[in-house]
């Protein structure tokens, strides 16, 4: 089963000039639901002006991978950590439950565009960590590059969910497959481009949910950016 989610269904937060998207939210609308999708907490699109900065806020378990599409994220905690997020640039952070982050746009005169994928921990008690990896464009190019996997295979970031990230940019005419194993899903978001999943027409800011079927298979009709998250089973509360 496939369902989409178009931009246009997803939740437009807006404060001053940071503006975020979310492809899911609790208030969870008719459509698909992150209930769907084994540990995927949330996929959302961030834009910061320059020198904008998030309020410092306390956060609960959780492991973040953070793809940073243009500009540069500065980050902080409350442990006295701190670094820079880089164009081009993936990072995976274990965020412990009472730590505060504060996030700022670390050019004065350049706009931050973020996107971000919140895994949900399968068991309590994560260990604090933090690392990133730069995936040059000619990694992504018309392959599925995986970029966070458990196993950190081909030097991805090394995450503890059961959850596989990839990162593609694509030319007009490409098309890719990937399969799903049994009792796996997927979730496909399109970060600019048009391309077809099976006869669906998708547009810059959609995202695609695939469930109960053997393979995610998708044409790019044109240059196309994209992630896509490959998810286990939603883990069992005991």
């Known amino acids: 089963m496939i369902v989409l989610r178009r931009n246009s269904e997803r939740l437009h937060v807006k404060r001053g000039k940071h503006v975020s998207w979310l492809t899911f939210y609790p208030q969870k609308p008719p459509g698909p639901s992150t209930d769907e999708f084994g540990v995927l907490a949330s996929l959302n699109e961030i834009r910061m002006p320059p020198g ?4 410092s806020f306390p956060t609960e378990d959780a492991e973040i991978v953070t793809y940073v599409f243009r500009g540069a994220l500065a980050q902080e905690d409350s442990t006295g950590s701190s670094g820079v997020v880089h164009v081009g640039e993936f990072q995976r952070i274990n965020i412990c439950r009472g730590i505060r982050l504060k996030e700022t746009n670390a050019s004065r005169t350049d706009w931050a565009h973020i996107f971000r994928v919140v895994l949900r921990p399968s068991e309590l008690g994560l ?7 730069r995936f040059a464009t000619a990694q992504r190019h018309n392959v599925l590059c995986v970029v966070a996997s458990p196993d950190g295979r081909k030097n991805s970031l090394r995450i503890s969910q059961d959850a596989f ?4 940019v694509l030319d007009p005419g490409r098309h890719l497959i990937h399969e799903l194993l049994p009792g796996r899903s997927a979730w496909l978001h399109l970060i600019y481009g048009e391309a077809t999943m099976q006869d669906m027409i998708m547009t810059q ?3 695609g949910g695939v469930t109960i079927e053997p393979s995610v298979s998708l044409t790019a009709q044109e240059n196309v950016e994209l992630l896509l998250i490959d998810v286990g089973p939603t883990p069992r509360s005991s």
Do not use: K, L, P, T
């Not at 904008?52 to 309020?55: F, L, V, W």
């Not at 260990?127 to 990896?133: G, I, L």
């Open 205 to 207: 800011g959609d995202g």
């Open 127 to 133: 260990v604090r960590a933090n690392e990133q990896q």
């Open 52 to 55: 904008d900065g998030s309020a």
């Open 165 to 168: 990230i990839y990162s593609a």
